[in-house]
């Protein structure tokens, strides 16, 4: 039984009543009657009464039972569509190939943490396109349903221990020094960008003033650690070159960070 539903049916069923006491409706003592009028009009009523008490139990056919109603977005508990109508469009399908990084990967969700993710799913990434899903953040998704994306994602794509123990970079730490970033950069990244970072043969450009324009120093640090191994860049240790020390990847974003203002 709704509440709307009984306001919708209480007014009417207040006028009929007074109606039947002007007209006569329902009263067997109506003015100038016979027996058989008398008779169908009691009939009316009780019909009328039957109506009325079974809309006023939801009972009406063709009415959609409580499985059948669609469920109002803050009850959506399935990972699968909370995934898919929040973070899929930018993230990818099944978290890889998107136009923001994947999640889909194992090495990013053991650099980054749980607290790390959940943080940025729900209040998003200031002056970039990844909004926050958080409530308090003016998103859509409750509490619950945040849980539900970041441990999903977790349980689906974090698999067990990629590392196996191997210490990386921090997820976050200040950018490095731009002036000793030519060795590393030349070492790690040319191979694949081009010695001065607008393309070549194996990576597109990481200059550009509307790709830098677009994402935060930390997007620019989780790609030089984490790569994008759905679209063929290693990550800080997985290259030709080798592995990557904590100052290289801090000099390399330092540098990436420096070309924005050109
Ligand atoms: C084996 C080739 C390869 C190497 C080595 C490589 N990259 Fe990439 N990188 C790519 C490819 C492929 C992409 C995907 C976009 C594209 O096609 O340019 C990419 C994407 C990126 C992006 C954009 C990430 C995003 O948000 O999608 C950045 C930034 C970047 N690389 C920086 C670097 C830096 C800095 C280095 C050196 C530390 C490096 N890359 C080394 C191949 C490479
Ligand atoms: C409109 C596109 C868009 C949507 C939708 C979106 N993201 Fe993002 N996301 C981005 C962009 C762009 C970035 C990079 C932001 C930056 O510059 O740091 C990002 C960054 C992130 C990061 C941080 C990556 C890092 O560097 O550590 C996480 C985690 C993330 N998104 C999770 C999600 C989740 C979970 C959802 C769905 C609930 C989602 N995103 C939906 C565009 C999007």
Known sequence: MTASGGGRLARPRAQRAAAAGSQGWCAFGAPGGRDARLHSRSRVCAALIFVLLLAACDALPGKPTEEERPLRPAQVVDFNTLYGTNCAGCHGDNGTLGAARPL???????????????QITADGVPNSLMPGFG????????????????KGIIRRWAGADPLNGVAHPAYAAPPGDA?????????????????????????????????????????????????????GMPDWRSGAAGAMSDRDVADVVAWLVAQRGR
Do not use: M
């Open 104 to 118: 889909n990967d194992a090495i990013y969700l053991s650099v980054v943490g749980f607290e790390r993710l959940r």
């Open 135 to 150: 409530i308090a953040a003016g998103g859509s998704l409750t509490d619950d349903q945040v849980d539900i994306v970041v």
């Open 179 to 231: 002036q000793r970033a030519t060795a590393p950069y030349t070492t790690y990244c040319a191979g694949c960008h081009g010695s001065d970072g607008r393309g070549a043969a194996k990576g597109g450009s990481i200059v550009d003033a509307a790709y830098l324009g677009l994402v935060s120093d930390q997007a620019l640090r989780t790609a030089v650690i984490c790569g994008r191994p759905d679209l």
